[in-house]
């Protein structure tokens, strides 16, 4: 199985300021397809989980322009540029390349 | 508006069965690849299954396979989730979920409680 491993697990953040979110697979997540199929979600305290990313750098519609994805191969990242305090949750990475489907530990975001 | 309503949870005993639902509104149903995906209390998510559009091609995870098994009713845009030989880890929240390259909707979720 692919292993998707997040860093850092706790984030901390001070309101407007940027944050990061770094996922990295046990395998390249390259599709036979040529795609790459990274995802990201944000689960808010108490919802269901919401897709922010998609294939790596897509953001999905109706995701603030805040939000941003980026990488290749086997090493993505998720940037806030300023966190709101509607950005408090847990965010996982998720790949769709490889059966299983797996995602990452998760890693929860605060405000400090 | 893309719905998706799940229901069937409940409290089961070790060894008891349940059969979740999931109905689907707002797009063509037959068209999408549907997955559930399980989140366990206060722990992370993981995929359990996947079912193709026509329904003929069923993917499980290990921790499932044999005692689980996905269907869907396209002519009732329901996804279902049948479960069987259900262990106490399998208590968590499932989730029905729209797609499985790039899952975009999710339910709700319906809670599945497995207790003596």
């Known amino acids: 199985d692919v292993v998707m491993t997040q860093s850092p697990l706790s984030l901390p953040v001070t309101l407007g300021q940027p944050a990061s979110i770094s996922c990295r697979s046990s395998?390249?997540?390259?599709?036979?397809?040529?795609?790459?199929?990274l995802n990201w979600f944000q689960q808010r305290p108490g919802q269901s989980p919401r897709r922010l990313v998609y294939?790596?750098?897509k953001r999905a519609s109706g995701v603030p322009d805040r939000f941003s994805g980026s990488g290749s191969g086997t090493d993505f990242t998720l940037e806030i540029s300023r966190v709101e305090a509607e950005d408090v949750g847990i965010y996982y990475c998720?790949?769709?390349?490889?059966?299983?489907?797996?995602f990452g530990q998760g890693t929860k975001v605060e405000i400090k | 508006e893309v719905q998706l309503l799940e229901s069937g949870g409940g409290l089961v005993q070790p060894g008891g069965s349940l059969r979740l639902s999931c109905a689907a509104s707002?797009?063509?149903?037959?068209?999408?690849?549907m997955t559930w995906v399980r989140q366990a209390p206060g722990k992370g998510l993981e995929w359990v299954s996947t079912?193709?559009?026509?329904?003929?091609?069923?993917y499980h995870a290990d921790s499932v396979k044999g005692r689980f098994t996905i269907s869907r009713d396209n002519s009732r845009q329901t996804l279902f989730l049948q479960m069987n030989s259900l262990r106490v880890e399998d208590t968590a929240m499932y989730y029905c979920?729209?797609?499985?390259?790039?899952?975009?909707?999710w339910g709700q979720g319906t809670l599945v409680t497995v207790s003596p």
């Open positions: 979920v729209r797609g499985i390259f790039a899952p975009d909707y």
């Open positions: 707002g797009f063509t149903f037959s068209n999408y690849t």
């Open positions: 079912v193709v559009r026509s329904g003929d091609s069923t």
């Open positions: 395998q390249s997540l390259v599709h036979s397809d040529g795609d790459t199929y």
């Open positions: 294939k790596v750098s």
């Open positions: 998720m790949q769709g390349t490889h059966w299983p489907r797996t």
